[in-house]
């Protein structure tokens, strides 16, 4: 598979909701302990039946070009054959962040 043609499923939480999202790019940012998320993929308007979920991910994410989420709110991230439904789900069970110790200097 191309580098280009990669798809990425990244499953992170955001305000007690689980965000799961579809995109092309997923890279560690420069900015220390944050994951930067670019090129999002979104199911086409020519389906007819439209989850609620995944059109409100497309609303919040519509004009984003990259979004940098903080490293321990990442639950998952899966390189994958085909894009599925964005959703965004409730928080169920302990969701723990992974623990971070600040670089020494």
Excluded at 16 to 23: A, G, I, L, R
Excluded at 56 to 61: N, P
């Amino acid at each position: 598979m191309a580098n280009d043609e990669r798809l990425y499923r990244v499953s992170f939480v955001n305000q007690d909701k689980v965000y799961e999202v579809y995109v092309r790019h997923v890279y560690q940012s420069d900015m220390w302990g944050f994951i930067q998320l670019e090129d999002f993929v979104f199911g086409n308007r020519s389906e007819l039946l439209v989850d609620p979920s995944e059109d409100k991910l497309k609303q919040e994410f519509a004009d984003v070009n990259t979004c940098y989420v903080p490293m321990q709110a990442i639950i998952r991230i899966d390189e994958v054959k085909r894009e599925g439904v964005a959703k965004i789900s409730d928080a169920k069970g302990n969701i723990t962040a992974f623990p971070m110790t600040p670089p020494r200097k």
